[in-house]
């Protein structure tokens, strides 16, 4: 009985502590981390720009919540988890930090989740792809906000079948992201009515593609899947142009890439490549002008992952108000249950896993002559409905979803 008096003795200070603790950060306002990439790989698509993104987020909100300010910090996880966890765990204990954003690179991200998940506090991931986040590691606290791996190859690959292109060669890079990358892709051309007519794997970090495409071209393949990512998307994707790939009637399918891709590329090297993007800065009158407002700071539009960390601050900023409080449970609830309502976010929600499942837009490089101003740089071939791009959840591997 004695042991029974003392573990619920124990568990009242415990939630009476948790009370103090939210009506304390209540009272100072709220304050947003963004964890970010500053000068590694993905600081184009990422880095300063998400920090902006944020500040654009709050400052259209007026800068205040519950009458009290909002505040910023942002920090440079350097692509690893010991430091980005490090940081966050710091933000959440003592710098009175509420809700963490952006989060590029996935082994960061399932770091920082598992300590969000400990200390009941927010996290809501922009730029990491990982399924993982919202299946078997999900969390109460954690949110998918932009998109996932599983979506950009089954978007790609079943919008660019359905288009008439049924024969397909994969380019991927040999190691568990570029199979999974390949795996997905031809399971969808198959499901599809397609067929896959090659497939061939390079080396990480590969800086001579000359074999594997001349593979690619031999194969007659309609269309090239590039699944990998970053520098050798962007190496595979100018070699092709240089080996005449666009010229010779093939035509390339990327299974990820940003905007700041396509820059570096140029649209020479990147025209008519196929690739599917949650959202886009001239998709609309609201993005035209957050965009210009963005680029007024940062030079240029806001690529999708910078746009899902502002539409993810003005989401959760708009739920604290609703919710009346801070605190993460109440605010979670809330934001799972009001609509996301921003110019980048088609037809959004939150699901119980933490996915936000939105429509997608398959589309494709401008070649230079179609392009008609700076940043011009895709057609919008069709919009993919969200629903086809996230995995049922019956077949869900998280823990929060009733079967």
């Not at 495409?213 to 309609?222: F, N, V």
């Not at 570096?264 to 035209?288: C, E, F, I, K």
């Not at 837009?361 to 700076?374: E, G, T, Y």
Request: charged share 20%; aromatic share 8%; hydrophobic share 40%.
């Amino acid at each position: 009985m004695r042991q029974q008096f003392l573990r619920r003795a124990a568990l009242g200070v415990s939630l009476a502590l948790a009370g103090l603790a939210a009506q304390a950060n209540d009272a100072e306002g709220v304050k947003i981390g963004v964890l970010t990439d500053m000068a590694g790989v993905t600081a184009d698509a990422t880095g300063r720009g998400s920090v902006e993104a944020a500040r654009l987020a709050i400052e259209e909100l007026g800068g205040s919540v519950l009458g009290k300010p909002v505040s910023l910090v942002s920090g440079d996880h350097q692509h690893r988890p010991d430091i980005g966890s490090g940081m966050v765990r710091k933000w959440y204990d003592t710098d009175g930090v509420d809700v963490v954003v952006d989060v590029p690179n996935s082994s960061v991200a399932l770091a920082v989740q598992g300590i969000a998940r400990e200390k009941k506090k927010l996290v809501l991931f922009s730029s990491p792809g990982t399924t993982a986040l919202t299946q078997a590691q999900c969390s109460p606290y954690g949110v998918q906000w932009t998109y996932t791996t599983y979506a950009l190859s089954r978007g790609t690959a079943t919008a660019v079948v359905k288009e008439g292109n049924k024969r397909w060669f994969i380019l991927a890079s040999d190691y568990a992201f570029g199979k999974q990358l390949a795996a997905d892709t031809e399971t969808v051309v198959k499901a599809n009515g397609g067929e896959v007519v090659g497939t061939v794997f390079h080396p990480l970090n590969a800086s001579d593609f000359a074999s594997f495409l001349l593979q690619a071209q031999a194969s007659k393949a309609q269309i090239i899947a590039v699944a990998n990512a970053g520098g050798d998307t962007i190496s595979a994707i100018k070699q092709a142009a240089e080996f005449g790939i666009a010229s010779g009637g093939q035509k390339l399918a990327a299974m990820l890439l940003l905007l700041t891709d396509v820059h570096s590329l140029g649209l020479q090297a990147a025209q008519h490549t196929y690739l599917t993007v949650p959202s886009y800065w001239d998709m609309n009158d609201g993005t035209r002008a957050f965009s210009k407002k963005f680029e007024a700071r940062l030079g240029r539009p806001p690529t999708f992952l910078q746009a899902g960390v502002y539409s993810s601050v003005r989401h959760y900023l708009r739920a604290v108000q609703a919710a009346g409080t801070t605190d993460s449970d109440a605010v979670m609830a809330k934001m799972k249950s009001m609509p996301i309502d921003d110019p980048f976010s088609l037809n959004a929600h939150i699901r119980e896993d933490g996915l936000v499942v939105r429509d997608m837009m398959l589309a494709q490089v401008k070649s230079p002559d179609q392009s008609k101003a700076p940043w011009d740089y895709y057609n919008i071939v069709r919009t993919i409905p969200g629903d086809s791009l996230a995995w049922p959840l019956s077949e869900s591997q998280c823990p929060l979803v009733k079967k």
